[in-house]
């Protein structure tokens, strides 16, 4: 009799190990960061001055290319300078419009990345600079609608796994970028108006 109650709690163990295993392998979000492991979403930048803007995914599965967009919550005084791609910063992008970095992209990371773990898997690293006008705002995840599986979910950024599987992902934590830091010294007069 405990033979078959080992027997039977082993098998419940492994049944359940193996439910939450297969549970993990589905979750898949993807956010914007203030850093490239994911867990900064609030950032005040010094105006004129470039910062960085991370695409992170957290995913229980491996990957080796995204399709997606980033919003911009201020296109007259919020702008992409410049971009890397992929955790190495050797993989590619492909974008729907060349000309708007804000745009949707289809980004090749330029390698089989892990995410395993809670491991953080870095898409993209956007160069940004705002002006002295930008009153902040979110910067987010959209989908692409020129992803790589048209029967996926179109309300979602979609990745393609290393084994050349296309799965869909949810859309993750924004970026709120706050007004930025002045880099103009105080006034005589502000400084006087203090005592």
């Not at 049944?15 to 898949?28: D, I, K, N, P, Y």
């Not at 979609?158 to 993750?172: L, P, W």
Request: glycine residues 10%; contains cysteine.
């Amino acid at each position: 009799m405990l033979r078959r109650t080992m027997a039977v709690a082993l098998a419940l163990a492994v049944a359940l190990t193996a439910g939450s295993v297969f549970a993990q392998s589905e979750m898949c979000y993807m956010g914007v960061y203030a850093d490239d492991s994911g867990t900064v979403s609030h950032f005040k930048p010094t105006e004129v001055q470039q910062f960085h803007i991370y695409v992170v995914m957290r995913l229980e599965d491996v990957v080796n290319a995204v399709a997606y967009g980033i919003t911009n919550p201020d296109p007259a005084n919020f702008f992409i300078i410049g971009a890397v791609w992929g955790p190495s910063g050797n993989g590619v992008n492909v974008p729907n419009d060349p000309l708007d970095p804000f745009g949707t992209s289809n980004v090749g990371l330029g390698e089989c990345a892990v995410g395993f773990g809670g491991q953080a898997v870095l898409v993209a690293d956007y160069t940004a600079l705002v002006t002295a006008d930008y009153n902040g705002g979110d910067v987010c995840v959209v989908p692409n609608p020129n992803r790589y599986d048209p029967d996926s979910d179109p309300t979602k950024p979609q990745y393609n796994t290393c084994q050349d599987i296309f799965k869909s992902c949810d859309i993750g934590p924004c970026l709120y970028v706050e007004g930025p830091i002045a880099t103009e010294s105080m006034s005589f007069g502000a400084v006087k108006a203090l005592y």
